[in-house]
């Protein structure tokens, strides 16, 4: 089983809301990822978390939180977005640790827009 | 400055045709290459790819690496409308265990 799910699949808010995307995966991998694409462009990373921990933040703006409450589970909560921030954000997880493939499994996203 | 430049940017062919998409790089310390395919949203895992010359197959699929002279090809024979899609190559390199460096992809597009 190789499914990395995301909630909600779509999403419209306003500049003042608060809203957060999850993501959940259960094939036991340690590295969790949020990347964000832009129409016609590769994935940007945003965050990665190895073993719950955040361990990479690619300077991204503080109206963007990550959480991982467990191994299974990430979090991207949102507050105070911009218009220009409308993308489609997906999720990824890997194996990590030692000898491990970087081989990362995307799921389908949540494509947002905001207003 | 590491980069991963895909060609050709856009491909139309017909329904039965063979296209070879292109993945060349320039990355500090490589460690693999893989390639995806990107339907509507999620990008799909196709292959990794680590040592020179080993093709790998997945049906009517096909990928190579070539890493005297940087590069990775994607093979797709008798293609049908259902391979329409963007293919990202990415390349790994060691000093990360999580970074990708993407390139800007293939668009795909099948006529019946």
């Known amino acids: 089983d190789t499914e990395v799910t995301q909630t909600p699949k779509h999403l419209v808010m306003g500049m003042t809301n608060k809203k957060s995307l999850k993501c959940e995966q259960h094939m036991g991998h340690r590295a969790m990822y949020w990347y964000k694409q832009k129409a016609k462009k590769p994935p940007e990373l945003m965050f990665v978390?190895?073993?719950?921990?955040?361990?990479i933040n690619e300077s991204v703006p503080s109206r963007f939180s990550p959480e991982c409450p467990n191994s299974s589970l990430l979090n991207l909560h949102l507050h105070a977005l911009q218009p220009e921030d409308s993308a489609l954000y997906l999720c990824a997880s890997s194996q990590t640790g030692r000898g491990a493939k970087n081989i990362q499994y995307f799921g389908a996203g949540t494509r947002l827009s905001v207003l | 400055e590491d980069k991963v430049v895909q060609s050709p940017l856009s491909l139309v062919v017909h329904e039965g045709d063979t296209v070879t998409l292109n993945c060349s790089y320039e990355v500090t310390n490589f460690r693999s290459l893989l390639w995806y395919k990107q339907e509507k949203k999620a990008p799909t895992f196709l292959f990794m790819l680590t040592s020179s010359g080993i093709e790998k197959k997945s049906g009517r699929l096909s990928s190579i690496l070539d890493k005297k002279e940087l590069f990775s090809i994607l093979n797709i024979t008798a293609t049908q409308t259902g391979d329409s899609a963007v293919y990202l190559c990415a390349v790994a390199p060691l000093y990360s265990n999580y970074q990708l460096i993407w390139g800007a992809g293939t668009k795909l597009i099948i006529k019946p």
């Open positions: 978390y190895s073993y719950e921990k955040l361990s």
